[in-house]
């Protein structure tokens, strides 16, 4: 049984899939992927996957402004993601997070945004879904100054060792998505390689990263098992024991029960 603990149902090309949302989640779970939480990249999204929790009772999503969505936009308020939060099968905040290396310019916006989300968290006791690249001392740098006795996940993680070492000191877990599967990804492996087991999560970031062997396709939740298998060969675990444990460990960061 594996979960994906990360994907954007909301952001799949469904035109020409067949069985549209329903023949995706059959296609996964087909391959024993159980349980979904679809992550929210603005507030629309965090308002428009309430419906989606609300249809499936293996589906659950989360609240937040993703770094790179700035657009015009005012930053988000911590009472604006708390109201948000309280809706049913919302169990995280977020993605949000900072990101230097495709939106440098927005940093500011970023940054308050960020605080925001983590304040919302603070205020809800819900865990935070962190995204980061090329921002790992001013990350580090906030998650102490705004300690989370929740806790959260550093999703999609490309960085450092040093970094995920820092972020499971502070109670985070580190996820891993396809690009581990990738063949440029040898440092990445080497850093799945030194994550506790108890502090491992995988995902697809769904529609985006497919791993290998599906890349250049659309990706979706039945892919996680790629990802899964590929790191437990890199943690030299059977797939059947590395599903156990980060099934148990997405239970218990988000405090959700098991099917």
């Given at each position: 049984?594996?979960?994906?603990?990360?994907?954007?149902?909301?952001?799949?090309?469904?035109?020409?899939?067949?069985?549209?949302?329903?023949?995706?989640?059959?296609?996964?779970?087909?391959?024993?992927?159980?349980?979904?939480?679809?992550?929210?990249?603005?507030?629309s999204?965090?308002?428009?996957?309430?419906?989606?929790?609300?249809k499936?009772?293996?589906?659950?999503?989360?609240?937040?402004?993703?770094?790179?969505?700035?657009?015009d936009?005012?930053?988000?308020?911590?009472?604006?993601?708390?109201?948000?939060?309280?809706?049913?099968g919302?169990?995280?905040?977020g993605?949000?997070?900072?990101?230097?290396?495709?939106?440098?310019?927005?940093?500011?916006?970023?940054?308050?945004?960020?605080?925001?989300?983590?304040?919302?968290?603070?205020?809800?006791?819900?865990?935070?879904?962190?995204?980061?690249?090329?921002?790992?001392?001013?990350?580090?740098?906030?998650?102490?100054?705004?300690?989370?006795?929740?806790?959260?996940?550093?999703?999609?993680?490309?960085?450092?060792?040093?970094?995920?070492?820092?972020?499971?000191?502070?109670?985070?877990?580190?996820?891993?998505?396809?690009?581990?599967?990738?063949?440029?990804?040898?440092?990445?492996?080497?850093?799945?390689?030194?994550?506790?087991?108890?502090?491992?999560?995988?995902?697809?970031?769904?529609?985006?990263?497919?791993?290998?062997?599906?890349?250049?396709?659309?990706?979706?939740?039945?892919?996680?098992?790629?990802?899964?298998?590929?790191?437990?060969?890199?943690?030299?675990?059977?797939?059947?024991?590395?599903?156990?444990?980060?099934?148990?460990?997405?239970?218990?960061?988000?405090?959700?029960?098991?099917?």
């Amino acid at each position: 049984m594996l979960v994906d603990s990360h994907c954007h149902l909301d952001h799949l090309d469904l035109t020409d899939r067949e069985g549209g949302l329903d023949g995706v989640i059959a296609d996964a779970l087909a391959q024993g992927i159980t349980q979904f939480l679809s992550v929210a990249v603005d507030l629309s999204s965090s308002a428009s996957l309430v419906d989606l929790t609300a249809k499936y009772s293996n589906i659950y999503s989360s609240v937040g402004v993703h770094p790179l969505q700035k657009i015009d936009q005012p930053v988000p308020s911590v009472q604006q993601l708390v109201d948000l939060a309280q809706a049913q099968g919302v169990v995280a905040i977020g993605e949000t997070g900072l990101d230097n290396f495709y939106s440098a310019d927005t940093h500011k916006w970023q940054r308050e945004s960020f605080i925001n989300h983590l304040q919302a968290s603070q205020s809800t006791g819900k865990p935070i879904i962190i995204h980061t690249r090329d921002a790992r001392e001013e990350t580090i740098e906030l998650l102490r100054q705004y300690p989370l006795e929740a806790g959260g996940v550093m999703h999609c993680f490309t960085e450092t060792w040093e970094m995920a070492e820092a972020a499971i000191e502070l109670g985070f877990y580190i996820s891993f998505s396809g690009i581990v599967t990738f063949k440029s990804a040898d440092d990445l492996r080497e850093v799945v390689r030194r994550v506790p087991l108890d502090r491992l999560l995988v995902e697809t970031d769904s529609p985006w990263l497919a791993p290998v062997p599906h890349r250049g396709k659309q990706n979706e939740p039945q892919y996680v098992r790629e990802v899964a298998e590929c790191v437990a060969d890199l943690k030299d675990i059977t797939i059947e024991k590395l599903a156990e444990i980060t099934t148990q460990n997405f239970h218990r960061l988000f405090r959700i029960p098991a099917v």
